[in-house]
C-alpha cells in the first residue's frame, strides 16, 4: 500500500514540475500582452516620431505599439493608406525594420461575379 502511494505522489510531483516548466499557452500569452504596449506618437522617442512622421505622410495613424522583440524594443505603427492596412516596424534609433502590407479579401459578391 505504502509503494502505491510513492508512486502516486512522485508522478503527480513530476507532471506538476513538467507543466511549470514547459507553461502553458495562457502564461505565454500574458508574457506577450506584458510585452506590447500600446502608445501615441507623442510617447515615442524623438528619432523614432522623426521616422514615423517620414514614412506615414499623409496616411492615417491607426495604431501605434512598443513591442519587445528578441529583446530588442521596437515601435510598430499600424497606418491606412490608399484603403490599405500596412504595418511599419522601427527601430529605437527610427529606422525602417519591417513593412508589411495587410491582405484584404475581396467581399464575397466580388468573388463570385468573377
Excluded at 528619432?47 to 529583446?71: L, M, N, P, S, Y
Excluded at 525602417?96 to 468573377?114: G, S, Y
Amino acid at each position: 500500500m505504502k509503494g502505491r502511494w510513492w508512486i502516486t505522489g512522485t508522478v503527480s510531483i513530476v507532471l506538476l514540475v513538467t507543466m511549470a516548466l514547459t507553461g502553458s499557452p495562457a502564461w505565454a500569452e500574458d508574457e506577450q500582452q506584458e510585452q506590447e504596449q500600446k502608445i501615441t506618437m507623442a510617447d515615442l522617442p524623438p528619432a523614432v516620431k522623426a521616422g514615423v512622421e517620414q514614412q506615414t505622410a499623409g496616411c492615417t495613424i491607426k495604431k501605434i505599439e512598443k513591442e519587445v522583440k528578441d529583446g530588442q524594443i521596437v515601435y510598430e505603427v499600424e497606418i491606412m493608406k490608399d484603403g490599405k492596412e500596412i504595418e511599419i516596424e522601427f527601430s529605437e534609433a527610427g529606422a525602417v525594420l519591417k513593412r508589411e502590407a495587410e491582405e484584404q479579401e475581396e467581399p464575397e459578391e466580388e468573388k463570385e461575379n468573377d
